[in-house]
């Protein structure tokens, strides 16, 4: 999808604003009048202008693909990642309705989507930083991928309907080779993207792109993300991908969308917890983390298996959803269910060590490790997290479960 030569143009506060004002169901949501509209850009990933606009009435947010990565205007990019985000929230909106925010708006020509405001919530990477302890985001975010993901596979879906999707998402080549590059391909050799700042790191690097097991891992699970389309991905889901507060959690930035492997989405979250938690100094780090991690695990697993209890497949002459390990009556789970929901365990670990790894020597650092004030001391941990996931990588797919693989980061001293 491509704009016109003349009608994409980079929106300023003015430009905004009349763009608001000629839409009457924005409008209405702001109340009030353009003038009395509060405008104030909070772009804070890589991509995109974020401006949130707030009237009396209440407030929306508006996000517009930038021509080129905003944080490196060199690297040229397409306008079409509004696009997929505006297809994905419209995809998965009605299966998780309040666990992300509706499409208000798109338009084609400015690149332009409009979502509801999130104001009264935090970015949960910055919630943890400072320190925050919100039980419900973990099975929250779990409740969230069961349900986007089953109900866009061909568990539920007559898979005409499945691959249709499939098509469109296809498309989104971009920023599938950016995740297949940075996440699964640079940090494995030497790249001009990757860095690091203090040379103590080097020898885990080198004992990580020297082993064998982590080659084959490595190889293993770029393979299953090319080639194993099992339900729409949000893509991209780290924990500066969802909102949240005490009460509510919401997953946001769906532009990266497309059909992969389930346990991609699963592992990225749960990197994202494991990075935290070598970040954090307290004392009982550990045993949050773990905590979260399980109980994102039972709570993905009992969801998406309920799901699929609940599926009710139609006679096979007719254009509706097939039933695949159909149970015996004996037992809830049939031995081909309880294999594919370990498949998708397995790649959980897996791309969560991937998302370790990538998030601290790549092109795209998380600022998890910002707050730690001593430089060595950010170093040992950075260091303890990189063995860790290259342990995670080289015994890829021999861990009896995913307590076993993560369990041990209860511990108190992970640096030693």
């Known amino acids: 999808m491509k704009a016109g030569a003349t009608q994409y143009r980079t929106l300023d506060i003015a430009g905004i604003r009349a763009l608001l004002s000629g839409l009457p169901h924005i409008a209405a949501r702001l109340g009030g009048t353009a003038t009395q509209w509060r405008v104030v850009e909070v772009s804070d990933g890589n991509l995109n202008n974020v401006f949130l606009n707030h009237g009396p009435a209440g407030g929306v947010c508006l996000k517009q693909s930038l021509p080129y990565v905003r944080v490196d205007p060199s690297w040229k990019m397409p306008l079409d990642r509004t696009f997929y985000e505006a297809s994905y929230l419209r995809d998965v909106f009605p299966l998780v309705p309040g666990l992300t925010t509706q499409c208000l708006h798109f338009d084609p020509d400015l690149f332009v989507l409009i979502v509801e405001s999130l104001s009264g919530h935090q970015v949960y990477r910055h919630a943890l930083m400072a320190g925050v302890d919100w039980p419900r985001v973990a099975p929250d975010i779990a409740t969230f991928v069961a349900r986007a993901t089953f109900g866009t596979s061909v568990l539920c879906e007559p898979f005409e309907r499945v691959f249709d999707r499939q098509a469109l998402y296809a498309r989104n080549q971009t920023l599938r080779r950016i995740t297949l590059d940075l996440v699964m391909d640079d940090p494995y050799h030497d790249h001009p993207r990757n860095h690091w700042d203090d040379p103590r790191l080097n020898a885990v690097v080198a004992d990580i792109r020297a082993c064998a097991a982590v080659r084959r891992a490595v190889d293993g699970l770029r393979l299953r993300f090319l080639t194993c389309p099992q339900a729409l991905l949000h893509g991209d889901l780290?924990?500066?991908?969802?909102?949240?507060?005490?009460?509510?959690?919401?997953?946001?930035?769906?532009?990266?969308?497309?059909?992969?492997?389930?346990?991609?989405?699963c592992g990225m979250f749960v990197g994202n917890l494991v990075l935290r938690r070598f970040a954090d100094l307290s004392p009982d780090a550990g045993?949050?983390?773990?905590?979260?991690?399980?109980?994102?695990?039972?709570?993905?697993?009992?969801?998406?298996?309920?799901?699929?209890?609940?599926?009710?497949?139609?006679?096979?002459?007719?254009?509706?959803?097939?039933?695949?390990?159909?149970?015996?009556?004996a037992t809830a789970m049939s031995p081909g269910r309880v294999a594919f929901m370990d498949g998708v365990l397995d790649d959980l670990v897996g791309y969560a060590a991937m998302e370790i790894i990538r998030r601290i020597i790549g092109y795209a650092h998380t600022a998890d490790f910002d707050v730690i004030a001593r430089p060595d001391e950010r170093t040992t941990r950075r260091e303890?997290?990189?063995?860790?996931?290259?342990?995670?990588?080289?015994?890829?797919?021999?861990?009896?479960?995913?307590?076993?693989?993560?369990?041990?980061?209860?511990?108190?001293?992970?640096?030693?």
């Open 384 to 416: 303890a997290a990189l063995r860790f996931a290259f342990g995670l990588l080289r015994d890829h797919g021999r861990h009896d479960s995913v307590a076993a693989a993560f369990g041990g980061l209860a511990q108190d001293n992970l640096s030693s």
């Open 238 to 265: 780290h924990t500066g991908s969802i909102m949240a507060s005490a009460t509510d959690t919401r997953v946001i930035d769906g532009e990266f969308a497309i059909y992969g492997p389930i346990g991609f989405d």
């Open 287 to 329: 045993r949050r983390c773990v905590r979260d991690i399980i109980r994102f695990r039972d709570r993905f697993v009992d969801e998406f298996t309920r799901l699929w209890a609940d599926a009710r497949p139609t006679p096979s002459d007719t254009r509706g959803p097939c039933a695949f390990f159909t149970p015996d009556g």
